[in-house]
C-alpha cells in the first residue's frame, strides 16, 4: 500500500511540474497562448501572472499528494482536483494577459529550397512496433483455452490490476488492439510533422527548427515503441508467458521516459529562445484556451504548441479527427466493457 501512495504522489507532482513548466516552453513572444511581445514574460506583469499560476497548480498538487497518502483510492480525485485548477487557472492567466497581447504579422516567408521530409530511421523503424500487436492477437488466439474466465483490462497507478472483466475477444484483444491503433496514430502524426510548415526559411533558425523537428520525430518513435512493449508485456503477463514483471520497474521506465523527455524538451526550448525569431504567424483567434488550435483555413494538420513543447493537431482539419478517434476509440471502448 505505501508503495501505491508513493506511486500516486510522485504521479502527481510529475504532472504538475510538466503543467507549470508548459509556458516556459513555448516560443518567444507565445505566453499562456498569446502574442506578447518577446520581453512581457520576464516584467513585472508578467512575472506576476506566471507566480500566481504556478502557484494555484502548488497548491492543488499540495492536497493531491495528501488526499492520496489518507485514502490511495481518492488519489484519481486529486489527479482531476490538478487538471481542473489548471483551467481555471489557465483561464485566469489568459484574461490577465490579453489586454497585453499584440496582433502578428500575417505574413510568412517560404524557402525555394525543399527540406527533407523523410522520417529517422526509415519505415522499418516505424512499421516494426506495429507488428507487435498482430503476433499478440495470434498468442491469444493460440492460448485462448489457458486464459482464465475474468482478464484485467485496467491497471491503478502502482502497475497492479484493478479491473477485470469476462474473457470475450474484445476484452482479450483490448491490448493489442490499444497499441496498434496508438502505433498507427503516432505514425500518421510523424509523417504530418516531417511534412509541416516551417516558421524560419533559412539559416541558423531554420536549421534549430529543422534540429527540434527532427528531436520530436524520434519522440514519437520513442513513444511508438514504449507503449507498444508496455502493452506487450502486460498481454503475455496474462498469457503467462512472461514471469513477473516487478510493478514499480514499469512505473521506473516510464517516470525515467518522462524524466528524460522534460529534460530534452527544456534544453530544445532554450536553444530555441536563442536562435529562432518570436511568433508561429498563427492567429491568436484559432487558439482556444491557447491549447487546441482549430482553423479550417490553415493546410496543415500539425502546429508548434503554444502552451509547452512540441505539436498539436488542427482541430479544423478532418485528418486531425481521424488520428484523434484511432488514439481514444480502443480506450473508450475498454471502458464499457464489463
Given at each position: 500500500m505505501i508503495q501505491t501512495k508513493l506511486a500516486m504522489a510522485f504521479t502527481a507532482l510529475l504532472v504538475s511540474l510538466g503543467l507549470i513548466l508548459a509556458p516556459l516552453l513555448a516560443r518567444r513572444g507565445h505566453f499562456f497562448g498569446w502574442s506578447v511581445a518577446p520581453e512581457f514574460p520576464g516584467s513585472p506583469a508578467g512575472r506576476?501572472?506566471?507566480?500566481?499560476?504556478?502557484?494555484?497548480?502548488?497548491?492543488?498538487?499540495?492536497?493531491?499528494?495528501?488526499?492520496?497518502?489518507?485514502?490511495?483510492?481518492m488519489g484519481a480525485v486529486g489527479l482531476f482536483l490538478i487538471l481542473a485548477t489548471h483551467l481555471a487557472a489557465l483561464r485566469w492567466a489568459r484574461r490577465q494577459i490579453e489586454p497585453h497581447r499584440i496582433q502578428p504579422d500575417g505574413r510568412r516567408e517560404a524557402s525555394l529550397v525543399a527540406r527533407p521530409t523523410t522520417l529517422p530511421g526509415g519505415w522499418i523503424a516505424w512499421l516494426l512496433p506495429l507488428a507487435i500487436p498482430p503476433v499478440l492477437l495470434l498468442l491469444n488466439a493460440q492460448y485462448w483455452e489457458s486464459l482464465p474466465s475474468r482478464i484485467p483490462i485496467h491497471y491503478g497507478i502502482d502497475g497492479q490490476a484493478d479491473r477485470w472483466v469476462a474473457k470475450t475477444w474484445w476484452s482479450v484483444n483490448a491490448l493489442p488492439l490499444l497499441g496498434f491503433s496508438t502505433g498507427l496514430a503516432l505514425l500518421?502524426?510523424?509523417?504530418?510533422?516531417?511534412?509541416?510548415?516551417?516558421?524560419?526559411?533559412?539559416?541558423?533558425?531554420?536549421?534549430?527548427?529543422?534540429?527540434?523537428?527532427?528531436?520530436?520525430?524520434?519522440?514519437?518513435?520513442?513513444?511508438?515503441?514504449?507503449?507498444?512493449?508496455?502493452?506487450?508485456?502486460?498481454?503475455?503477463?496474462?498469457?503467462n508467458l512472461l514471469g513477473g514483471v516487478p510493478p514499480m520497474l514499469i512505473i521506473a521506465a516510464l517516470t525515467v521516459f518522462w524524466v528524460i523527455t522534460m529534460a530534452l524538451c527544456w534544453r530544445h526550448a532554450e536553444k530555441r529562445r536563442e536562435l529562432e525569431p518570436p511568433l508561429d504567424g498563427t492567429?491568436?483567434?484559432?487558439?482556444?484556451?491557447?491549447?487546441?488550435?482549430?482553423?479550417?483555413?490553415?493546410?496543415?494538420?500539425?502546429?508548434?504548441?503554444?502552451?509547452?513543447?512540441?505539436?498539436?493537431?488542427?482541430?479544423?482539419?478532418?485528418?486531425?479527427?481521424?488520428?484523434?478517434?484511432?488514439?481514444?476509440?480502443?480506450?473508450?471502448?475498454?471502458?464499457?466493457?464489463?
Open positions: 506576476r501572472v506566471f507566480r500566481l499560476y504556478a502557484l494555484a497548480l502548488a497548491a492543488a498538487t499540495a492536497v493531491t499528494i495528501v488526499i492520496g497518502l489518507i485514502e490511495v483510492k500518421l502524426m510523424a509523417r504530418q510533422l516531417a511534412q509541416s510548415r516551417r516558421v524560419s526559411p533559412r539559416g541558423t533558425a531554420a536549421e534549430s527548427e529543422s534540429g527540434r523537428q527532427r528531436f520530436m520525430l524520434l519522440m514519437l518513435l520513442s513513444t511508438l515503441y514504449l507503449l507498444n512493449t508496455l502493452f506487450a508485456t502486460l498481454t503475455l503477463r496474462n498469457l492567429p491568436d483567434e484559432c487558439w482556444h484556451l491557447g491549447m487546441f488550435y482549430a482553423n479550417p483555413q490553415d493546410p496543415s494538420i500539425l502546429v508548434e504548441q503554444r502552451l509547452g513543447f512540441g505539436y498539436t493537431l488542427n482541430f479544423g482539419r478532418p485528418a486531425a479527427w481521424a488520428i484523434l478517434f484511432l488514439i481514444l476509440a480502443p480506450a473508450i471502448g475498454m471502458s464499457f466493457l464489463k
